[in-house]
């Protein structure tokens, strides 16, 4: 049993920056791939950013590229989400995701089915 603690989270000004952090029980953390998904009011869960074991491989969607950053840290157990140039449409709770099972290193996964484990989630709020 994996366990994601998401931090954090918060209201920010337009233009704003936040680092979300998510810290991974295990001692196998580096094996796993991780990644960050959104869900806005209303919405459906929306793939955000995914890091690959190994290699730390990573793949952003469209709407955040230029903007958002992912990164791990294998000693600390923990994957971050830095978000900077926040704009309104970001808000949204935030979900980190761990896949344990990951064959080939460098893979990276985007679907919300490819993930094993979830945390609870961080409320990321950007006012205009």
């Known amino acids: 049993q994996v366990q994601l603690v998401e931090s954090g989270g918060g209201l920010v000004q337009a233009g704003g920056s936040l680092r979300l952090s998510c810290a991974a029980s295990g001692r196998t953390f580096s094996s796993y791939a991780m990644g960050w998904f959104r869900q806005a009011p209303g919405k459906e869960r929306e793939f955000v950013v995914a890091?690959?074991?190994?290699?730390?491989?990573?793949y952003l969607a469209d709407s955040v590229k230029g903007r958002f950053t992912i990164s791990r840290d294998n000693a600390k157990n923990t994957v971050y989400l830095q978000m900077n140039s926040l704009k309104p449409e970001d808000t949204a709770v935030y979900y980190c995701a761990a896949r344990i099972n990951t064959v080939v290193s460098g893979r990276l996964y985007v679907k919300s089915s490819d993930y094993d484990y979830w945390g609870q989630g961080t409320q990321v709020t950007v006012s205009s």
């Open positions: 890091i690959s074991r190994g290699v730390s491989s990573t």
